[in-house]
Every structure is written in structure tokens, then in C-alpha cells.
């Protein structure tokens, strides 16, 4: 089983700053990696697919990195509305495993 | 426009059973993956497993398997996730998610879409 470390688990930031969040999965998965944001009481929404690509309707703040073991996800200019918890998942091999999440909090 | 609606919530007993369901609607229900995840109360998401409705191939994780049946009725576009005999440690909400894709995509694909989620309670 592949395992994905998120770091960090937490993070309280101000609107306006810019976010990185890394995803380091056990071995290599190529760029089979995708994000989620879960706000709370919410349904997990897709983000980023494959390390880097945009999705339609998701903000052009978030931006998507990285390939084989450590994978980045970056938000530009915070937003209020921004304050969830991130998920990463890989689907190179089964079973499919997510990251433990990373929680932001907008100060 | 792609939707998955589920089943309401629910409260069992231990030992009971019980299977929840995902009504997909908006896209081609027989020929894309759709899959099970658990999220516990505080927790993190867990993947339980995908099946194939065109033909009901189906592929759990490790952790899951044995424990919960996932089937899927095509004629009315609706998935299910089953337990014959619930524990107090299933407690969780239960999300379905499609794949949007068909055949081996499975091996990279993402969760396009989500339900609302399902909440099992169980308790004595």
C-alpha cells in the first residue's frame, strides 16, 4: 500500500498569504496524484488531477506541482472562503490511498 | 449535470443490517467506475472500493473487503454499499464518488463527483 504523508496537519493563515501544502507519497506514482478541499459538513471537491492540472470552476489561486514522491499544492492570495481541510489521493496503484489532510485556519 | 444522490441517514443496532445507496444521474451510469469512502467523525477519507456497473467487476481495499459488499443495479443507476452485521466501529459518514471513466482508468483516475454523503449511526 502506498502511503501519503501531508505536511502540515495543521495551519492558521491570514487572507492574502500565500499556502503550500506537500503531499509525499511511499513511492513513486508518477503524476497520478489529485487533490481535494473538504469544507466542513461538505462533500470532498476535486481540486487538482494529476499533480498539476486545473480544473473547471476551481479558482486560479490554487495551482497544482510536482511528480513521482513529493507533490505540492499551492494557494495563492488566501481567501476567507478558503479555510478546509486538503486532501491528497493517489490512484497509481490499488488500493487507492489519501493523505491524512491538512487543515487551514483563517485567522 | 452529473449528480449522486444518496440514501438518508441512518441509526442501527450492533448486529444489524443495513445497505445504502448512490442514484447516479446526468451521465452514463453503466459505463463509469463509481466508488465507496468513509470518512469517521474527525477523520481523514478512506477509500473502501470501486465497482464497475456495466458489469459489476469490482475491486475493494484490503481493509474493507470481507467486511462490506458493494453491488450495483444499471437498470436503475444506483450503487450500494451493504453490511450484514453492523459494529459500533462503522459509525461514519459514507460518501460515493464516480470515476467518470470505464476500464483499466481506474489505475489513475480521480473522484470526479460526489454524493452528499450517508450517515450510519451504531449504537446499542
Known amino acids: 500500500e502506498i502511503v501519503l504523508t501531508q505536511s502540515p496537519d495543521f495551519q492558521s493563515v491570514t487572507p492574502k498569504e500565500k499556502v503550500t501544502i506537500t503531499c509525499r507519497a511511499s513511492q513513486s506514482i508518477g503524476s497520478t496524484l489529485h487533490w481535494y478541499q473538504q469544507k466542513p459538513d461538505q462533500s470532498p471537491k476535486l481540486l487538482i488531477k494529476y499533480a498539476s492540472q486545473s480544473i473547471s470552476g476551481v479558482p486560479s489561486r490554487f495551482s497544482g506541482s510536482g511528480s513521482g514522491t513529493d507533490f505540492t499544492l499551492t494557494i495563492n492570495s488566501l481567501e476567507a472562503e478558503d479555510a478546509a481541510t486538503y486532501y491528497c489521493h493517489q490512484s497509481s496503484t490499488l488500493p487507492y490511498t489519501f493523505g491524512q489532510g491538512t487543515k487551514l485556519e483563517i485567522k | 449535470e452529473v449528480q449522486l444522490v444518496q440514501s438518508g441517514a441512518e441509526v442501527k443496532k450492533p448486529g444489524e443490517s443495513l445497505k445504502i445507496s448512490c442514484k447516479g444521474s446526468g451521465y452514463s451510469f453503466t459505463s463509469y467506475w463509481i466508488g465507496w469512502v468513509r470518512q469517521m467523525s474527525g477523520k481523514g477519507l478512506e477509500w473502501m472500493g470501486i465497482?464497475?456497473?456495466?458489469?459489476?467487476?469490482?475491486r475493494y481495499s484490503p481493509s474493507f473487503q470481507g467486511q462490506v459488499t458493494i453491488s450495483a443495479d444499471k437498470s436503475i443507476s444506483t450503487a450500494y454499499l451493504q453490511w450484514s452485521s453492523l459494529k459500533a466501529s462503522d459509525t461514519a459518514m459514507y460518501y460515493c464518488?464516480?470515476?467518470?471513466?470505464?476500464?483499466?482508468?481506474?489505475?489513475?483516475?480521480?473522484?470526479?463527483?460526489w454524493g452528499q454523503g450517508t450517515l450510519v449511526t451504531v449504537s446499542s
Open positions: 464518488a464516480t470515476l467518470l471513466c470505464g476500464g483499466d482508468c481506474y489505475l489513475s483516475a480521480y473522484f470526479q463527483y
Open positions: 465497482i464497475y456497473p456495466g458489469d459489476s467487476d469490482t
